[in-house]
């Protein structure tokens, strides 16, 4: 198993590449992760939140 770095991609990306970034980092399907993070949207709490400060923290691979 190779442990990556969490960055965010430039491709295969939808909105930020949060999702995609953390589906390659732990190893994970992104449509998997993707999934997960709608459904989650359904729950009430700070989810979108959560998502804009990991847009924020997250490097974009390349910089």
Do not use: D, H, K
């Amino acid at each position: 198993m190779t442990t990556t770095t969490l960055t965010r991609p430039e491709n295969g990306r939808m909105i930020a590449g949060v999702c995609a970034g953390l589906a390659e980092r732990f190893g994970w399907n992104v449509g998997t992760v993707r999934l997960l993070f709608l459904l989650s949207c359904l729950l009430p709490g700070p989810q979108f939140v959560i998502y804009l400060v990991l847009w924020v923290l997250i490097p974009r691979r390349g910089w």
